[in-house]
């Protein structure tokens, strides 16, 4: 049996990644989750799988489960999350350094293989060029978001130095799907778009992202677990056909034959980077396919939302 741990395990990513691995009945899987974000209806109900409300930034509650079970893999995905919210509570983002020092300490004490860590595009911050790449893209962002995640890859750079944890991180772009919360553009829109309210968009709605579908990031991060590729490395899971997110709207107006109308809000503050678009050479050749069209995946999520 393979022991496996995923932090933030009741969020959206975490508890759709135990959904494939309890796939396999040699994986068990223990998911931890303070809840603050997460959704105890997320966890997936399989004989192979224990949650345990527990918050990672929490030494002794941790070191409780992490001694009991002795884990051979972890995904560490806990984490603040969310636009508005990272802007709020600025120290609550900046106390998640504790839990990636708790996850590294622990793993590296008790026995375990090897360390997923989620970071985020947003450690690129402003781009300078686009694609951006793992290793030629200056990693530029103040946001104590994207610091945090920063120092996690630090982290798992210099534990791997000096105690030889090895380590994969994923630098997730924008991922959804119909477990997603309305923390995040894709779903706030979709959501308002039933329901016929108006869509509001920061600024004039030209900035550009991408949209991953979770299928497409659960492949990569399983192919990568299942091949033990790109082990004490960094690479980008995303998608990079880019739409502005004036387009976003218009298209999911136009996917649920929408009444709703686009509101331009003021631009925000901070936070809201004008252009994305990861380079996913690693991500295309480990999955040698094709990856799914927003279009699609938009679709997908309406018919999910729908049943």
Known sequence: MVKILITGGAGFIPSSLADKLLQDENNYVVLVDNLLTGNTANIPKHKNCKFIKCDANNYAELSAIM??????????????????RTLQNPVMVLDDIKGIENILSLSKNTGVKRIFYSSSSEVYGEPVTLPQNEYTTPLNSRLPYAVVKNIGEAYCRSYHQEFGLDYTIFRFFNTYGPKQSQDFVMSKFLNAALNNKDIT??????QTRTFCYIDDNLDA???????????????????????????LAET??????????????PPLKEGDMTKRQPDISKM????????LPYRDGIKKVINAWKI
């Open 201 to 206: 968009v920061y600024g004039d709605g030209l």
């Open 67 to 84: 001694t009991a079970h002795g884990f051979d893999y972890v995904f560490h995905y806990a984490a603040v999350v969310g636009v508005q």
């Open 252 to 265: 999911i107006i136009e996917l649920t034959n929408s009444k709703s109308k686009i509101i331009h809000l």
């Open 221 to 247: 991060c399983l192919t990568t677990f299942n091949n033990d590729a790109y082990k004490n490395d960094v690479y980008n899971i995303g998608n990079d056909d880019i739409i502005t997110i004036k387009q």
């Open 284 to 291: 295309k050749e480990l999955l040698n396919r094709d990856l």
